[in-house]
């Protein structure tokens, strides 16, 4: 599958950011700026290079050291640059030693920190890479930075600060944390919405779902990318996972546990596909967990896995939709058709593979196999893999695009759900939220090559 997946992006879009795979041409979208960046080249490279395939991952690097410009007058997603870009490049160089790749990402770096340049020192949503301008999103709520976007930084911006001795990157997150940590929460719970101006929450929504979710692994995988000494970072994670079971937590009536979204004061009974990582992290987070909650937490993954397994096991394609309700008599089922799609997304399988880490549960690499069958049989088209609009029609329509973390994640979590333990262990690797791994730092190695006395 990945073989199809990078063939044809290599004959079809090499160079554009993403493939369209039914027109057979090259494909952008906004969070790029619409400027041609390889970014399924970025996301892929350590996909190929676990998988084995040194040609295709000699092609990827070739391609970046001729062509990867940042230079460029385009505007781009801060966030999604971070994770794709930053977190590719420097997996990449941990994986293959290839310094190319180190080189990269600290020019990209360079062109992010300009989005800091706020009142608050919450970064802006977007920056001009050529310019450093930074704006917001226009449709966020009351021109605020969502807490996903400027709350999934840290793991790279640490490796940064570590592989080149400038303290600039550390401090810019650490001065996010610190901020946070002094504000007020509503219920205990972070909402979506930041100001970067005034430093006041935006509206009153929380989510562990898009606009939420990342901010909470990477509280987590701050502390296991620090070998554990990052105890501000564990602390912060147990209360806000606290939070959430407190009040977004339920049980369907039909047994299944789900994670709502809180918006202003009362729960949605609705839970979206990207939340579905959250069964991996409560497992990646049972270990070192207060009161002895580990098993608790271990079960309380299986469980979310459980739920998430159903919503695709509900459909005709067995593949699961982008959002589902728990209402009255429908469970774990979409019921707006703009929420009936899948495009290739990466949390179930994510999660299944966290699981069967743990656990060594053979269901979980059935679960794995089956969707691994389904999107093979309903997403492959001759010149790639497709998103489909309508995972409960036996004759889905493709959305002709074929996503870079599809190759950054998706396939990579299938492969690893399918290879030893030996392969990346969880000791030695934290994977950031594009699937990107990480090495493990002591918190003293980061500090002491920038210079960071604490």
Sequence with gaps: MMKHAWDSYRQYGWGHNELKPIAKKGHSTNIFGNSQMGATIVDALDTLYIMGLHDEFKDGQEWIKQNLDFSVNAEVSVFEVNI???????AAYYLSGQEVFKVKAVQLAEKL????N?????????VNLKSGVGRN?????????ILAEFGTLHMEFVHLTYLTGNPAYYQKVMHIRKLLAKMDRPNG???????????????????????????YEYLLKAWLMSDKTDT???KTYDDAIEAIERHLIRKSNGGLT???EWKNGHLERKMGHLTCFAGGMFALGADGSPDDKAGHYLQLGAEIAHTCHESYDRTVLKLGPEAFKFDSGLEAVAVRQNEKYYILRPEVIETYWYMWRFTHD?????????????????????????????VYSSNPTYDDVQQSFFLAETLKYLYLLFSSDELLPLENWVFNTEAHPLPVLHLDQILSTAKIYH
């Excluded at 449709?139 to 930075?145: E, L």
Aim: proline fraction near 7%; aromatic fraction near 16%.
């Design 84 to 90: 794709r870009f930053i977190g590719g490049l420097l």
């Design 113 to 116: 920190l300009p989005a800091f």
């Design 118 to 126: 706020t009142p608050t020192g919450i970064p802006w949503a977007m």
């Design 137 to 145: 999103w226009g449709w966020a709520s009351a021109g605020s930075s």
């Design 189 to 215: 719970l972070y909402p979506n919405y930041l100001n970067p101006r005034t430093g006041r929450w935006g509206q009153h929504h929380t989510s562990v779902g898009g606009l939420g979710d990342s901010f």
């Design 232 to 234: 501000e970072a564990r």
């Design 258 to 260: 789900f994670i709502g």
């Design 362 to 390: 053979p269901k979980y690499r059935q679960w794995g196999w089956e969707a691994a069958q389904a999107i093979d049989k309903y997403c492959r088209v001759s010149g790639g893999f497709s998103g489909v609009k309508d």
